[in-house]
Nanobody, 123 residues
Framework: QVQFVESGGGLVQPGASLRISCAASGGRFDLTTMGWFRRAPGKQRELIAEMTSQGNIDYADSVKGRFTISRDYAANTMSLQMNSLKPDDTAVYYC?????????????????WGQGTRVTVSI
C-alpha cells in the first residue's frame, strides 16, 4: 500500500526558513513525478512544486524563487526547503506522487493522502 509521511512543519516568523520532508513507501517512486501540495485555511489544496523522475522541476508562481524541491530517488524521500516565508505560506503541506510511471507532471495523485505537516508563519 502506498503511504506518504510528511514531517518538519512548525511555527516560524515571517522571513524565516524551514525544511519539510516526505518519506514514501509502497511503490517505485523513482519512476514517477513527486511533488508538494498545500492546503491553506479556507482554500483548496494546490500543487506548489513537482519534480519528475528525470529531475525536471516546476514551481507555482507563488513559491518560485523561495522554495526548493529535492529528492533522494534511492531512498524514496523528498524535501522542500522554504526560504523567506510569508504569512500566506501558512498551510498544511502534503507530498504525493503521480500514479503513472514516467509521467511528466503530477496530475493523478495517490489516495488516501498522508496526514500532512502544518506550517504556520506568524509573528
Amino acid at each position: 500500500q502506498v503511504q506518504f509521511v510528511e514531517s518538519g512543519g512548525g511555527l516560524v516568523q515571517p522571513g524565516a526558513s524551514l525544511r519539510i520532508s516526505c518519506a514514501a513507501s509502497g511503490g517505485r517512486f523513482d519512476l514517477t513525478t513527486m511533488g508538494w501540495f498545500r492546503r491553506a485555511p479556507g482554500k483548496q489544496r494546490e500543487l506548489i512544486a513537482e519534480m519528475t523522475s528525470q529531475g525536471n522541476i516546476d514551481y507555482a508562481d507563488s513559491v518560485k524563487g523561495r522554495f526548493t524541491i529535492s529528492r533522494d530517488y534511492a531512498a524514496n524521500t523528498m524535501s522542500l526547503q522554504m526560504n523567506s516565508l510569508k504569512p500566506d505560506d501558512t498551510a498544511v503541506y502534503y507530498c504525493n506522487a503521480d500514479q503513472i510511471y514516467g509521467s511528466s507532471t503530477l496530475s493523478r495523485p495517490y489516495k488516501p493522502w498522508g496526514q500532512g505537516t502544518r506550517v504556520t508563519v506568524s509573528i
